[in-house]
């Protein structure tokens, strides 16, 4: 009896520790696996969804020419675009998405700008883009900023592009609406005279299919915005691999080729400062 005893103990002690080890080596797989799954060489990239010609989610899939530099950027961090979680990053959250982990870097139509760099860093710029006008395509009354006294202007609530007009055009008749895209009806319909922002965003608007040939950007900028990749704040390392990926992308042709694709049909031609050199990473 006491001979079986023991030998069954034996047996029950080698069979939890076999189990044990079973365990233990699934469980280290599945948490390898987990965090490949998570990061698997994958990139979480913060990008405007609702910004035709510049970050677009229509469905499952993405479009503009934020998508396409970020999906090149990736590829030469070794980033294949199926392994890209792109992750929606408006405006006021860009800081919190990037400085809390929640994505790797952000290409949100994002500027560049002293106060920003006091929170994030950037690699870049990729762009240089400006505040512009888009009006009717047969419309040659708008020519430029200067020329908008007594015109109806759309722009959105609490947007910079409706301070700046505020305060540099005050003869301008401002109609302040939730978002640029509820400008565009009312341009059609004459129900506006002018619709301002950035120039990429107009010409991404100008390109919708539904909007085709209807539009034209000015093309007479009265601002500059210099488009930036926003990483975590110190991330020297990873800047100056964006950086050369930049450059080289704006080397090869396929810089010019995302404009083309994407704001091409609207007409838009790249302003001043474009391409642009990126910036010393600090």
Same mark, same amino acid.
């Given at each position: 009896?006491?001979?079986?005893?023991?030998?069954?103990?034996?047996? #029950?002690?080698?069979?939890?520790?076999?189990?044990?080890?079973?365990?233990?080596?699934?469980?280290?797989?599945?948490?390898?696996?987990?965090?490949?799954?998570?990061s698997g060489g994958?990139?979480?990239?913060?990008?405007?969804?609702? +910004?035709?010609?510049?970050?677009?989610?229509?469905?499952?899939?993405?479009?503009?020419?934020?998508?396409?530099?970020?999906?090149?950027?990736?590829?030469?961090?070794?980033?294949?675009?199926?392994?890209? #979680?792109?992750?929606?990053? !408006?405006?006021? +959250?860009? @800081?919190?998405?990037?400085?809390?982990? +929640?994505?790797?870097?952000?290409?949100?139509?994002?500027?560049?700008?002293?106060?920003?760099? @006091?929170?994030?860093?950037?690699?870049?710029?990729?762009?240089?883009?400006?505040?512009?006008?888009?009006?009717?395509?047969?419309?040659?009354?708008?020519?430029?900023?200067?020329?908008?006294?007594?015109?109806?202007?759309?722009?959105?609530?609490?947007?910079?592009?409706?301070q700046k007009v505020?305060?540099?055009? !005050?003869?301008?008749?401002?109609?302040?609406?939730?978002?640029?895209?509820?400008?565009?009806?009312?341009?059609?319909?004459?129900?506006?005279?002018?619709?301002?922002?950035?120039?990429?965003?107009?010409?991404?608007?100008?390109?919708?299919? @539904?909007?085709?040939?209807?539009?034209?950007?000015?093309?007479?900028?009265f601002s500059e915005?210099?488009?930036?990749?926003?990483?975590?704040?110190?991330?020297?390392?990873?800047?100056?691999?964006?950086?050369?990926?930049?450059?080289?992308?704006?080397?090869?042709?396929?810089? +010019?080729?995302?404009?083309?694709?994407?704001?091409?049909?609207?007409?838009?031609?790249?302003?001043?400062?474009? !391409?642009?050199? !990126?910036?010393?990473?600090?």
């Amino acid at each position: 009896m006491t001979t079986r005893r023991w030998g069954a103990v034996a047996a #029950t002690a080698a069979l939890a520790l076999g189990l044990a080890a079973c365990g233990s080596d699934a469980g280290n797989t599945g948490s390898g696996g987990g965090e490949s799954g998570d990061s698997g060489g994958g990139l979480k990239i913060g990008i405007k969804f609702d +910004q035709p010609g510049m970050g677009l989610k229509k469905g499952t899939e993405y479009s503009g020419m934020d998508v396409d530099v970020a999906t090149y950027i990736a590829k030469e961090l070794g980033t294949d675009a199926a392994d890209i #979680t792109w992750v929606q990053a !408006p405006s006021a +959250q860009r @800081e919190t998405l990037i400085s809390t982990g +929640q994505v790797d870097m952000v290409l949100a139509t994002y500027s560049i700008t002293d106060a920003r760099k @006091e929170k994030v860093s950037f690699a870049g710029p990729y762009f240089v883009a400006g505040q512009d006008l888009l009006v009717r395509a047969d419309d040659s009354s708008v020519t430029g900023p200067d020329a908008l006294e007594g015109k109806k202007l759309c722009s959105v609530t609490g947007s910079t592009s409706a301070q700046k007009v505020k305060d540099q055009y !005050p003869g301008v008749q401002l109609q302040e609406f939730a978002t640029y895209s509820e400008c565009l009806p009312a341009l059609a319909n004459k129900g506006v005279d002018a619709l301002t922002t950035d120039d990429t965003i107009l010409a991404g608007f100008a390109a919708q299919d @539904e909007y085709k040939g209807k539009f034209k950007v000015v093309g007479k900028t009265f601002s500059e915005e210099r488009y930036g990749v926003g990483l975590k704040k110190g991330d020297t390392a990873l800047c100056e691999k964006v950086n050369a990926a930049i450059t080289k992308m704006v080397n090869d042709g396929a810089w +010019q080729k995302a404009i083309d694709d994407n704001l091409g049909p609207a007409g838009y031609k790249p302003g001043a400062g474009n !391409p642009p050199t !990126p910036d010393a990473c600090s």
